[in-house]
């Protein structure tokens, strides 16, 4: 049964530091990996989506890299801004013939200005 | 477009009660997804339909609670009768494709509380 785990589980930075958060999962057969952001009572947004055959993906300041072999992934965000405060969720698809997302529980970003 | 639009933003119903949370996916979107968020156990798929079919409840916790979507704008979930474990936010997605290739859209959920 696949599990997907984050940490921290939360994080507090002053702004302009430059920050990782950390995704693991148990089973390495995975279709994609994708991470969201969540406002607080807000749905989730998708930030960045990585196929099981890549490396890493960016898309502004952000930067997500998959090491599939290791179960693991990172979310890099650059130069951090009081905006970036908010959840971020990673979570898998286990192949192509389901839309099944396993989520992890979250890290909960707070950038200090 | 307005995006995934769900109602009530919130719910307090009494234990027993039956429950109904709506949802209306963005047009187009072939794919509409039903998640609850709790902080025991995070984010769990609930069941997902393509084009109004469901295609995977097996999230479904039981038969008290079931789903429907009568055409491609609006989709149910039903909860019947209702306790206090399913205290929850209940979130509808949509997408143009099964694993959100193109993105998912959130709606801003249904935040219920049974007691």
């Known amino acids: 049964k696949q599990e997907v785990t984050q940490i921290p589980a939360a994080l507090s930075v002053p702004e302009g530091e430059n920050l990782v958060l950390n995704c693991s999962f148990t089973d390495s057969a995975i279709y994609n990996l994708q991470w969201f952001r969540q406002d607080p009572g807000k749905g989730l947004t998708s930030l960045l989506l990585?196929?099981?055959?890549?490396r890493e993906q960016t898309s502004g300041r952000l930067n997500a890299s998959l090491d599939k072999s290791s179960g693991r992934s990172t979310l890099y965000i650059a130069a951090s801004q009081p905006g970036d405060s908010a959840t971020y969720l990673c979570a898998v698809r286990g192949s192509s013939n389901t839309g099944k997302l396993i989520f992890g529980q979250g890290t909960t970003l707070q950038v200090k200005p | 477009d307005a995006g995934v639009i769900q109602s009530p933003r919130h719910e307090v119903t009494e234990m027993g009660q039956e429950v109904t949370l709506r949802c209306k996916p963005i047009s187009g979107h072939d794919y509409l997804f039903w998640y609850r968020q709790t902080m025991m156990r995070g984010l769990e798929l609930l069941i997902y339909?393509?084009?109004?079919?469901?295609?995977?409840d097996s999230g479904m916790p039981e038969d008290r609670f079931s789903a429907k979507m009568p055409n491609a704008s609006f989709s149910t979930l039903k909860i019947q009768p209702s306790e206090p474990r399913d205290s929850a936010v209940y979130f509808c997605?949509?997408?143009?494709?099964?694993?959100?290739?193109?993105?998912?859209?959130f709606g801003s959920g249904t935040r219920l509380t049974v007691v």
């Open positions: 990585i196929q099981s055959s890549q």
């Open positions: 997605a949509s997408s143009p494709d099964m694993g959100g290739d193109y993105g998912y859209t």
């Open positions: 339909f393509n084009n109004n079919v469901p295609i995977d």
